[in-house]
T-cell receptor
Framework: AQRVTQPEKLLSVFKGAPVELKCNYS??????LFWYVQYSRQRLQLLLR??SRESIKGFTADLNKGETSFHLKKPFAQEEDSAMYYC???????????FGAGTRLAVHP | DAMVIQNPRYQVTQFGKPVTLSCSQTLNHNVMYWYQQKSSQAPKLLFH???????NEADTPDNFQSRRPNTSFCFLDIRSPGLGDAAMYLC??????????????FGSGTRLTVV
């Protein structure tokens, strides 16, 4: 079964500390993986896609097929990074998005 | 700004009383999705429309229906809401199925409370 697992409900760090939000997936084919972010009182929005290998707002994520992981990383957290982060996998012929339960990142001053 | 708009932002309905949630988009995307998100859980896909073609997820209860009268609008109808249907309902759009490559555009959601 296709599944996305985010093992941490809450990640709490201090400003300037490195951040790693974990995401593991199970999928039989070649997955398309995403990170979505939801800031307080805002809509869910796309942060980055694995196929574009981009860095957005200092965040990067590398797909590790051997470990079936797509962890989100940032070397120095900022207070404005505080938000809910969802890992998602695209599956099926119509690219249905399957979401993890999300990790709340809290960055303290 | 082109976007996805969900109305209302908060909806309170009575147990068993039909309720309709609304989603509109100005992106001219041909695919529209409805997700249900319960507290502390992952958003769960209920169904989607590809143009006028309706696609129901296998585990979506019959209590949930949808209508798409035109490209811009999509409605979620809950025929007899139960307490377990209280959730945030998210509408999303994508162009064709490029959402799998380009991502979806989400609305702000409607939080449904059942009393």
């Amino acid at each position: 079964a296709q599944r996305v697992t985010q093992p941490e409900k809450l990640l709490s760090v201090f400003k300037g500390a490195p951040v790693e939000l974990k995401c593991n997936y199970s999928y039989s084919g070649s997955p398309e993986l995403f990170w979505y972010v939801q800031y307080s009182r805002q809509r869910l929005q796309l942060l980055l896609r694995h196929i574009s290998r981009e860095s957005i707002k200092g965040f990067t994520a590398d797909l590790n097929k051997g470990e079936t992981s797509f962890h989100l990383k940032k070397p120095f957290a900022q207070e404005e990074d505080s938000a809910m982060y969802y890992c998602a996998l695209s599956s099926g012929g119509y690219n249905k998005l399957i979401f993890g339960a999300g990790t709340r990142l809290a960055v303290h001053p | 700004d082109a976007m996805v708009i969900q109305n209302p932002r908060y909806q309170v309905t009575q147990f068993g009383k039909p309720v309709t949630l609304s989603c509109s988009q100005t992106l001219n995307h041909n695919v529209m999705y409805w997700y249900q998100q319960k507290s502390s859980q992952a958003p769960k896909l209920l169904f989607h429309y590809y143009d006028k073609d309706f696609n129901n997820e296998a585990d979506t209860p019959d209590n949930f229906q949808s209508r798409r009268p035109n490209t811009s609008f999509c409605f979620l109808d809950i025929r007899s809401p139960g307490l377990g249907d209280a959730a945030m309902y998210l509408c999303a759009t994508s162009r064709d199925f490029q959402g799998g490559l380009l991502g979806y555009t989400f609305g702000s959601g409607t939080r449904l409370t059942v009393v």
